[in-house]
């Protein structure tokens, strides 16, 4: 990949319940990266417990003044639209207007099975999904909603503040559905190379070796295909350190899309920098390690 021609904005990631949310939020402002997100996740079998998305955020935004703030990403199968919406717009009046709203289908099987909740097929939590959206828009402008369809039935006013601007919505796609069908819903649009490592519930780190430069530019052609003038963002899953552990991450990874994320800071660094080439707007970085934030930082900004 060649180096940057565009502006690009990166946005870090919160994903340890045990990480001190202020000290936290701050230094990352700090360091200059442009958006905190936090994650939405109650429990996996793979890492420690994760923070509460919304007292997570809301705790961000009260010690930030510069940092956009979004969520990464609400998961339907769990949160309802109309408390979503709630959420949302009350922290866009916490923080001065500065929240994005990230809203996702629900991808991790083994969580939902944990909680007691029914894992619903790959098509139905779709169709859930782009419910949720249809439900989210008109709450987010501060209107009411009347909706009956398979998975919500709605009749309800205006919630959360009304003093506030309206909340971008951002979706992650990947398959041919869901940009056909949800981008045309969307203010933001996030691709995700690991989406096809991810549809059996769990992340399949030999399927995620297997995704390519090609791919993700075609994604990306498909996305634009459907909105040419709508933001897109790109998720990519990390690790910048120099140790055996993240070497072995990036030699299982092969020649695949992933493998250059996955090394020295100063590699990795490059090669972040280097999307820019493909022409996305903001960079959604996972890191396996969140310490890499702090490595990464100084060579980013």
């Known amino acids: 990949m060649s180096a940057a021609t565009s502006t690009l904005d990166f946005a870090t990631n919160l994903t340890l319940a045990d990480d001190d949310v202020a000290e936290w939020a701050r230094r990352r402002e700090d360091q200059g990266w442009d958006v905190l997100s936090i994650t939405d996740h109650v429990t ?14 809301g705790a961000a935004a009260a010690v930030t003044t510069r940092c956009r703030l979004q969520s990464t990403f609400v998961n339907t199968v769990f949160r309802h639209p109309v408390d979503t919406a709630q959420a949302a717009r009350q922290l866009q009046a916490v923080s001065s207007d500065r929240f994005e709203l990230g809203v996702g289908a629900g991808w991790y099987r083994a969580e939902m099975e944990a909680v007691g909740v029914p894992w619903p097929p ?29 998975h919500y039935r709605i009749d309800v006013g205006p919630v959360g503040p009304t003093a506030v601007a309206t909340p971008p919505l951002i979706g992650s796609v990947g398959g041919p559905r ?3 069908e949800v981008t045309p819903l969307l203010d933001r649009v996030e691709i995700k190379p690991a989406g096809r490592a991810t549809r059996d519930g769990t992340l399949d780190w030999e399927v995620l070796a297997t995704v390519s430069e090609a791919e993700v530019r075609e994604l990306l052609h498909s996305v634009r295909t459907v909105r040419p003038d709508i933001a897109v963002d790109l998720f990519v899953l990390c690790n910048a350190a120099d140790d055996s552990a993240t070497r072995d991450r990036a030699s299982a990874l092969g020649d695949g899309f992933q493998a250059d994320f996955f090394g020295s800071p100063a590699a990795v660094a ?30 980013l900004f």
């Open 122 to 150: 790959p098509g139905q939590r779709v169709d859930a999904w782009i419910e949720a959206l249809q439900v989210l828009r008109p709450l987010l402008a501060g209107e009411g909603c009347r909706f009956e369809g398979a």
């Open 178 to 180: 869901t940009i056909r």
């Open 270 to 299: 490059e090669a972040i920098r280097g999307l820019g080439e493909l022409g996305v707007s903001r960079v959604q970085l996972s890191a396996t390690d969140p310490t890499s934030f702090d490595r990464l930082a100084p060579l």
């Open 44 to 57: 996996t079998d793979y890492r420690p417990p994760f923070p509460h998305l919304w007292v997570a955020a």
